[in-house]
């Protein structure tokens, strides 16, 4: 099968670089998956799950904060402020982080900016499927 | 003139401050390393980042909230500085740059206790300020930074915001800036090209606009950081040779000391003896 360059990048570092065959990716309206020579596109995502599968056939996941996705000829880069694979995910952190933004939530004090709960919520709720936990 | 003892004690004060000076330079130049390390990973995502808006400003009809200039009135100077001291004059450029360029009615977010302490004392108004950012430096930091200016700039509490800082330009050099973070100046577009925009180019721009706006955050408190280090270690070198010379410069008082006590000793037994001659 054709494989093209996938890139994944995030302002502390350089999450992945390699060869794959094809992958899928949150996108704002729903996940997409790209092959070789897809047409150049540039994708807004969201907070969810990039599943790739690298040219010897492995199968990988990581979470994302939402970011974006840009193809074109010379390859694919996926841009996220933050990515982690399934396998680096802190799950004690993520759980705390969940029951936090929960709580805040439950709560609704006056000074809770519920936009900004939920997102964490969401992030949260993301890293621990993706860490195959819950 | 010191005694002999006095001065055995001023080199072994001074010889303990020169083994501090130069740990300190050591921990700077490893920590300078990393930070330069650091700068290096962000760079990829700093050139696609910069496609994307390349890209999208090639749309011309787009537009943003953050992108849109009006008159202004008060502008809000984000100064990066270092918590601690003893890094030479790195703090002082950062701030005397900002300074220099203020008008009565602008507000300071400070970053670092040097520089709060430096607006503080001068009566500017101080907006917000932000401790120990640099001592474990993460990307959160930076989003935290930048939703306040943000915030501050959408509600219409300043103009303008500006971001001064000391970029690293080398070990021996560092330069203080202030750029532009908001509004976002506008940028020149390349030809997009047949391109598919998913979902909508306003989509995308809604998304990388805040994005764009923290990773400028992030790039000048990378740079900053690996400025600060680079300043300290070179003050700390500067501060062990120059110890180095104040203990060579002592114990050659040291020596003349001895010599002239001995010479004086001397002189006792041979008079001594030759009254006992006579």
């Given at each position: 099968m054709a494989t093209f360059q996938l890139d994944i990048v995030t302002p502390e570092k350089t999450v992945y670089s390699g060869e794959i065959e094809h992958f899928q990716a949150p996108g704002v309206d729903g996940s997409f998956g790209v092959l070789a020579r897809h047409q150049p596109l540039l994708a807004a995502l969201g907070i969810g799950r990039v599943g790739f599968r690298e040219a010897d056939g492995t199968e990988r996941t990581l979470a994302i904060s939402g970011g974006f996705a840009n193809v074109s000829g010379d390859g694919a880069t996926i841009l996220a402020e933050a990515a982690e694979f399934g396998d680096e995910i802190d799950i004690e952190r993520a759980r705390a982080a969940r029951d936090r933004a929960q709580e805040r939530l439950d709560k609704r004090?006056?000074?809770?900016d519920v936009e900004r709960a939920q997102a964490a919520l969401g992030r949260a709720f993301m890293r621990l499927r993706v860490s195959g936990v819950e | 003139m010191a005694t002999l003892r006095q001065l055995r004690t001023r080199v072994a004060s001074i010889t303990n401050i020169q083994s501090v000076t130069n740990a300190m330079q050591l921990v700077a130049a490893a920590r300078m390393r990393r930070a330069q390390e650091a700068i290096a990973a962000a760079r990829p995502y700093a050139q696609q980042l910069d496609r994307v808006l390349q890209r999208l400003s090639s749309m011309e009809s787009l537009s943003h909230p953050l992108m849109i200039e009006r008159a202004v009135d008060r502008t809000a100077l984000i100064v990066l500085t270092s918590d601690?001291?003893?890094?030479?004059?790195f703090n002082t450029n950062s701030c005397r740059h900002a300074f220099n360029d203020m008008s009565p009615d602008d507000g300071i977010l400070a970053v670092g206790r040097k520089g709060r302490s430096f607006f503080r004392n001068r009566n500017c108004e101080i907006l917000n300020d932000y401790e120990d950012?640099?001592?474990?430096?993460?990307?959160a930091s930076a989003i935290t930074i930048a939703e306040d200016a943000v915030n501050r700039f959408l509600s219409g509490d300043v103009d303008r915001v500006m971001l001064i800082y000391n970029t690293f330009v080398s070990v021996a050099q560092q330069q203080p800036v202030s750029e532009q973070l908001l509004p976002i100046a506008p940028r020149e577009g390349e030809?997009?090209?047949?391109y598919l925009f998913e979902p909508s180019p306003e989509v995308l721009l809604e998304t990388l606009v805040p994005r764009h706006v923290n990773f400028q955050v992030w790039r000048a408190l990378l740079e900053s950081n690996a400025g600060e280090q680079a300043a300290r270690m070179r003050a700390m070198d500067n501060a062990t040779k120059n110890a180095g010379d104040v203990i060579e410069e002592l114990t050659r008082e040291m020596n003349k000391e001895r010599q002239s006590s001995i010479t004086l000793e001397l002189m006792d037994i041979i008079g001594g003896a030759e009254a006992v001659a006579q």
């Amino acid at each position: 099968m054709a494989t093209f360059q996938l890139d994944i990048v995030t302002p502390e570092k350089t999450v992945y670089s390699g060869e794959i065959e094809h992958f899928q990716a949150p996108g704002v309206d729903g996940s997409f998956g790209v092959l070789a020579r897809h047409q150049p596109l540039l994708a807004a995502l969201g907070i969810g799950r990039v599943g790739f599968r690298e040219a010897d056939g492995t199968e990988r996941t990581l979470a994302i904060s939402g970011g974006f996705a840009n193809v074109s000829g010379d390859g694919a880069t996926i841009l996220a402020e933050a990515a982690e694979f399934g396998d680096e995910i802190d799950i004690e952190r993520a759980r705390a982080a969940r029951d936090r933004a929960q709580e805040r939530l439950d709560k609704r004090t006056p000074d809770v900016d519920v936009e900004r709960a939920q997102a964490a919520l969401g992030r949260a709720f993301m890293r621990l499927r993706v860490s195959g936990v819950e | 003139m010191a005694t002999l003892r006095q001065l055995r004690t001023r080199v072994a004060s001074i010889t303990n401050i020169q083994s501090v000076t130069n740990a300190m330079q050591l921990v700077a130049a490893a920590r300078m390393r990393r930070a330069q390390e650091a700068i290096a990973a962000a760079r990829p995502y700093a050139q696609q980042l910069d496609r994307v808006l390349q890209r999208l400003s090639s749309m011309e009809s787009l537009s943003h909230p953050l992108m849109i200039e009006r008159a202004v009135d008060r502008t809000a100077l984000i100064v990066l500085t270092s918590d601690r001291g003893l890094c030479g004059s790195f703090n002082t450029n950062s701030c005397r740059h900002a300074f220099n360029d203020m008008s009565p009615d602008d507000g300071i977010l400070a970053v670092g206790r040097k520089g709060r302490s430096f607006f503080r004392n001068r009566n500017c108004e101080i907006l917000n300020d932000y401790e120990d950012v640099f001592r474990d430096l993460s990307f959160a930091s930076a989003i935290t930074i930048a939703e306040d200016a943000v915030n501050r700039f959408l509600s219409g509490d300043v103009d303008r915001v500006m971001l001064i800082y000391n970029t690293f330009v080398s070990v021996a050099q560092q330069q203080p800036v202030s750029e532009q973070l908001l509004p976002i100046a506008p940028r020149e577009g390349e030809a997009a090209g047949v391109y598919l925009f998913e979902p909508s180019p306003e989509v995308l721009l809604e998304t990388l606009v805040p994005r764009h706006v923290n990773f400028q955050v992030w790039r000048a408190l990378l740079e900053s950081n690996a400025g600060e280090q680079a300043a300290r270690m070179r003050a700390m070198d500067n501060a062990t040779k120059n110890a180095g010379d104040v203990i060579e410069e002592l114990t050659r008082e040291m020596n003349k000391e001895r010599q002239s006590s001995i010479t004086l000793e001397l002189m006792d037994i041979i008079g001594g003896a030759e009254a006992v001659a006579q």
